[in-house]
């Protein structure tokens, strides 16, 4: 997907000067240490970095699943950050899909109905059957988990995120319980759905060979962004290096 100029200017989020703290007893961690990032409609990002660098850190609260000790994140222009409890959780329904390393479907359920716990509950949700279509499940959707392999399950959890047609899709380790090959087809799921729905894809990975897929790359370090880079050319997910 290539950002024309509009939508390059056009910031889904916008953070400034964002610290977490974390208090335990005398010990003080600083999670996040003033951070500054933004990113527009469509567009890719890879957040870069070893564990314990602040990338979960980050996506948790841009995600409304924390909050920030100081800073400003906004979405849309609107405040996050002070916004109440039942605010948040209106975000997340609304706006926020999630993809974790871990699946969290539910064994009883098949595919298709995993995706439709979701889709009965948001405002205006794309068909299962559509979601799972769209990350090439279509001949998978009446299997249930435990006959799935992790790279399906992990299209299923795609799949379920993307029901709803979130703004944004925040992805934590997506490919990290996979191997290469699997990796690779889990990619381009969400390739695909970045390119065909819009929404604005992030994605944490400490895998370095990832970030050539995205229109941007964030590398962080001890809490803050080390560097960020625009990648000029980018590859699809096929000619990825693990």
């Known amino acids: 997907m290539k950002l024309d100029s509009h939508e390059a200017a056009t910031p889904v989020f916008d953070v400034r000067g964002l610290t977490k703290i974390y208090q335990t007893g005398e010990v003080e961690v600083r999670a996040l240490n003033g951070v500054d990032l ?3 409609a ?17 996506l948790n609260i841009v995600g409304g699943l924390d909050r ?6 906004r979405f849309r222009g609107r405040e996050l950050s002070g916004a109440s409890d039942r605010e948040l959780t209106a975000y997340r329904r609304d ?4 993809v974790f390393q871990f699946y969290n479907l539910i064994p009883s359920l098949t595919a298709w109905e995993n995706v439709a716990l979701i889709t009965e509950v948001a405002r205006q949700p ?3 059957s559509e979601a799972l279509a769209l990350v090439g499940l279509e001949d998978r959707m009446s299997h249930f988990p435990a006959q799935m392999s992790g790279g399906e399950q992990q299209r299923v959890a795609i799949a379920r995120a993307i029901a709803k047609r979130p703004e944004v899709l925040l992805c934590d380790e997506p490919t990290g ?4 090959a699997t990796g690779v087809i889990v990619l381009e799921a969400l390739a695909r759905v970045n390119e065909e ?7 944490i990975t400490h895998n370095a060979g990832i970030q050539q897929i995205a229109h941007r790359v964030f590398s962080f370090l001890d809490g803050r962004i080390a560097s960020e880079v625009v990648n000029e050319t980018r590859i699809p997910p096929s000619e990825v290096s693990w």
Not at 68 to 73: A, D, H
């Open 177 to 180: 319980a996979l191997d290469s």
């Open 126 to 128: 794309m068909s299962p």
């Open 95 to 98: 706006h926020v899909g999630f």
């Open 68 to 73: 920030p000790t100081s800073g400003s994140v």
């Open 42 to 58: 469509g567009e890719m990002a890879v957040l870069l970095g070893p564990s314990g660098s602040g990338k979960s850190t980050l």
């Open 197 to 203: 729905t819009g929404a604005t894809t992030a994605i």
């Open 38 to 40: 933004s990113l527009a």
